[in-house]
């Protein structure tokens, strides 16, 4: 089971910080991804972490970081330089499956997600 929070209302050129807290002995085996989604759009995939390191959607590039927390069962996406179209419903997967981290299909379990506003 996987719970996202974090979520808010920003302007333009803010922060936010969400966090992703999981569940069971297994949470810092899995390689972990975000993902957002907006109204008529496809989810689409925003960073991940793996034993590898980070990787991330160009568009976020150099503005977020993705980190975690294995202790604390946790995933964490830092989120600066905010733009509106930033905004949408962000959720936290785990990763079961090698491969393409932006591929939807090699993910399992999904969070309910949270929402980010940016406003201009």
């Known amino acids: 089971q996987l719970v996202e929070c974090g979520g808010g209302l920003v302007q333009a050129g803010g922060s936010l910080r969400l966090s992703c807290v999981g569940s069971?002995?297994?949470?810092?085996?899995?390689?972990m991804g975000w993902f957002r989604q907006t109204a008529g759009k496809e989810r689409e995939f925003v960073a991940g972490?793996?034993?590898?390191?980070?990787s991330y959607r160009d568009s976020v590039q150099g503005r977020f970081a993705v980190s975690r927390d294995n202790a604390k069962l946790t995933m964490y996406l830092q989120m600066n330089s905010l733009k509106p179209e930033d905004t949408g419903i962000y959720y936290c997967?785990?990763?079961?499956?090698?491969?393409?981290?932006?591929?939807?299909?090699?993910?399992?379990?999904w969070g309910q997600g949270t929402l980010v506003t940016v406003s201009s």
């Open positions: 972490i793996s034993w590898n390191g980070p």
């Open positions: 997967a785990r990763k079961f499956l090698s491969g393409n981290a932006a591929d939807t299909r090699r993910y399992d379990s």
């Open positions: 069971g002995r297994t949470f810092g085996t899995y390689d």
